[in-house]
């Protein structure tokens, strides 16, 4: 039986180490492809030129100016989006909740909306935290109304929470008609015109979510398996969760100031990886950073090469794929409770 157990978690082991260099591949293999695929496409050779042999030609200069900060900007929204995605499934124990889904990422868009139209706000640094609170306000708001224990519940109250803020949005917009001309592509979801400035003052935030994640693997695995045995383990289950939705919030935060509200990648991704590695939260949070950028970074691809002279936005792109990946669990949820 010693034996068995022992090839048992061998074989575990060896499993989740291939997952994880298939995702390290997977993830290296997007971000060439989103520095060398646009309206132009480039040769390997000038983009391994711009990046390492820089010397001004037009190549590396739209690779320099726009590919290259276009591509980190996914990379840091996409691990931030996988996992809040896979946080917010962890505290709540609900396998359709999603930062995009239950209007999270739209209570930070709003914020966002009103620091720049009424306090005229337009720093990223400064919007994040308008951001911030407003996601935070989306979570509270979809706890209270929907609650955590039934997933229908929950996506209906997200659901008409997100058209609320919505809403508000449009009528911002209808407003100030200077506003809905620089939010029109913000507002679905875009990596268009993003520049690294804007990035490095978001990344103080995206780290702090960062670690905080990562502190939160064990407890969560101890949540999981009940409040009493959490606490027997020694976990504080209520302080787990609310340290869990305040780095939600982060992450959602500085991805939705960084290229607005983008949904459905947190949804996807965890369930990727629950069903290749298991419920191990010590495993799923990594991998779901890791490959929450290859699913943003490639509908991001798939949208400059399906768009023709101009391109489909990513938001647009993770909504027709989200919503197909929606239906899929909850068909699954509907086969388990039979």
């Given at each position: 039986?010693?034996?068995?157990?022992?090839?048992?978690?061998?074989?575990?082991?060896?499993?989740?180490?291939?997952?994880?260099?298939?995702?390290?591949?997977?993830?290296?293999?997007?971000v060439?492809?989103?520095?060398?695929?646009?309206?132009?496409?480039?040769p390997?050779?000038?983009?391994?030129?711009a990046?390492?042999?820089?010397?001004?030609?037009?190549?590396d200069?739209?690779?320099?100016?726009?590919?290259?900060?276009?591509?980190?900007?996914?990379?840091?929204?996409?691990?931030?989006?996988?996992?809040?995605?896979?946080?917010?499934?962890?505290?709540?124990?609900?396998?359709?909740?999603?930062?995009?889904?239950?209007?999270?990422?739209?209570?930070?868009?709003?914020?966002?909306?009103?620091?720049?139209?009424?306090?005229?706000?337009?720093?990223?640094?400064?919007?994040?935290?308008?951001?911030?609170?407003?996601?935070?306000?989306?979570?509270v708001?979809?706890?209270v109304?929907?609650?955590?224990?039934?997933?229908?519940?929950?996506?209906?109250?997200?659901?008409?929470?997100?058209?609320?803020?919505?809403?508000?949005?449009?009528?911002?917009?209808?407003?100030?008609?200077?506003?809905?001309?620089?939010?029109?592509?913000?507002?679905?979801?875009?990596?268009?015109?993003?520049?690294?400035?804007?990035?490095?003052?978001?990344?103080?935030?995206?780290?702090?979510?960062?670690?905080?994640?990562?502190?939160?693997?064990?407890?969560?695995?101890?949540?999981?398996?009940?409040?009493?045995?959490?606490?027997?383990?020694?976990?504080?289950?209520?302080?787990?969760?609310?340290?869990?939705?305040?780095?939600?919030?982060?992450?959602?935060?500085?991805?939705?100031?960084?290229?607005?509200?983008?949904?459905?990648?947190?949804?996807?991704?965890?369930?990727?990886?629950?069903?290749?590695?298991?419920?191990?939260?010590?495993?799923?949070?990594?991998?779901?950073?890791?490959?929450?950028?290859?699913?943003?970074?490639?509908?991001?691809?798939l949208?400059?090469?399906?768009?023709?002279?101009?391109?489909?936005?990513?938001?647009?792109?993770?909504?027709?794929?989200?919503?197909?990946?929606?239906?899929?669990?909850?068909?699954?949820?509907?086969?388990?409770?039979?």
């Amino acid at each position: 039986m010693v034996l068995l157990g022992e090839r048992v978690t061998s074989r575990r082991w060896g499993v989740r180490a291939t997952v994880l260099v298939a995702a390290l591949v997977a993830l290296v293999a997007v971000v060439v492809l989103s520095i060398a695929f646009g309206s132009n496409r480039l040769p390997l050779g000038s983009v391994w030129h711009a990046l390492f042999s820089y010397s001004g030609t037009f190549e590396d200069v739209v690779i320099r100016d726009d590919r290259l900060p276009r591509t980190l900007l996914g990379l840091a929204v996409g691990v931030g989006l996988g996992l809040a995605g896979a946080l917010l499934q962890a505290i709540t124990r609900n396998p359709v909740a999603d930062p995009g889904l239950l209007g999270i990422n739209h209570g930070a868009a709003v914020a966002i909306v009103l620091g720049g139209a009424v306090f005229s706000v337009s720093s990223p640094e400064q919007l994040v935290w308008f951001a911030f609170f407003g996601a935070l306000a989306g979570t509270v708001l979809v706890t209270v109304i929907g609650g955590s224990v039934s997933p229908l519940r929950l996506v209906l109250a997200g659901v008409a929470i997100q058209a609320v803020f919505v809403g508000i949005n449009q009528g911002m917009q209808m407003i100030n008609t200077h506003s809905l001309d620089q939010m029109r592509y913000w507002l679905v979801g875009s990596l268009v015109n993003r520049n690294l400035d804007s990035l490095a003052g978001l990344l103080p935030f995206f780290l702090a979510a960062l670690v905080v994640a990562g502190l939160l693997a064990r407890p969560l695995n101890a949540v999981a398996l009940g409040d009493d045995s959490a606490r027997g383990l020694g976990a504080n289950p209520v302080l787990t969760r609310a340290v869990g939705m305040i780095a939600v919030g982060l992450l959602s935060a500085t991805a939705t100031a960084a290229c607005g509200p983008i949904a459905f990648v947190g949804l996807m991704i965890p369930h990727v990886v629950r069903a290749l590695v298991g419920q191990d939260e010590r495993w799923v949070l990594p991998l779901s950073a890791l490959l929450g950028p290859v699913l943003l970074l490639g509908c991001d691809v798939l949208g400059r090469l399906l768009g023709g002279n101009g391109e489909i936005q990513v938001g647009l792109m993770t909504d027709v794929i989200g919503g197909v990946a929606f239906v899929i669990v909850a068909r699954r949820l509907k086969a388990v409770r039979r």
